[in-house]
């Protein structure tokens, strides 16, 4: 197993910020691809946002230009800068990391964090 744990959620205004991190231990965590995703209440989990190994990034339509993924290799961590929230994006917040373990890659998934935006 593969620990990744989130962190920074909580409860914000509309039109303010809040900062996720997923802390991951894996030594290979530079060569992995990671993930956001999110899921409100009876909805289906949905992707979020991804950066891979090389830093290339990429995002879902509903938050390109108000979210940024980044990822800090010395600390195996993955961030989520989320600025201009919305009551939208009220969800429970899932890191998702594909961990190479010798020759096989496998996903885990971390435990969440609400994020809670007000109107």
């Known amino acids: 197993q593969v620990p990744l744990v989130e962190s920074g959620g909580g409860m914000v205004q509309a039109g303010g910020s809040l900062r996720l991190s997923c802390a991951v231990s894996?030594?290979?965590?530079?060569?992995?691809?990671m993930k956001w995703f999110r899921q409100a209440p009876e909805k289906e989990r949905e992707w979020v946002a991804t950066?891979?190994?090389?830093?290339?990034?990429k995002y879902a339509d509903s938050v390109k230009g108000r979210f940024t993924i980044s990822r800090e290799n010395a600390k195996n961590t993955v961030y989520l800068q989320m600025n201009s929230l919305e009551p939208e994006d009220t969800a429970a917040y899932y890191c998702?990391?594909?961990?190479?373990?010798?020759?096989?890659?496998?996903?885990?998934w971390g435990q969440g964090t609400q994020v809670t935006v007000s109107s």
């Open positions: 998702n990391a594909l961990i190479r373990e010798a020759t096989v890659w496998r996903s885990y």
């Open positions: 894996a030594r290979t965590f530079s060569e992995s691809a």
């Open positions: 950066i891979t190994s090389d830093g290339t990034t």
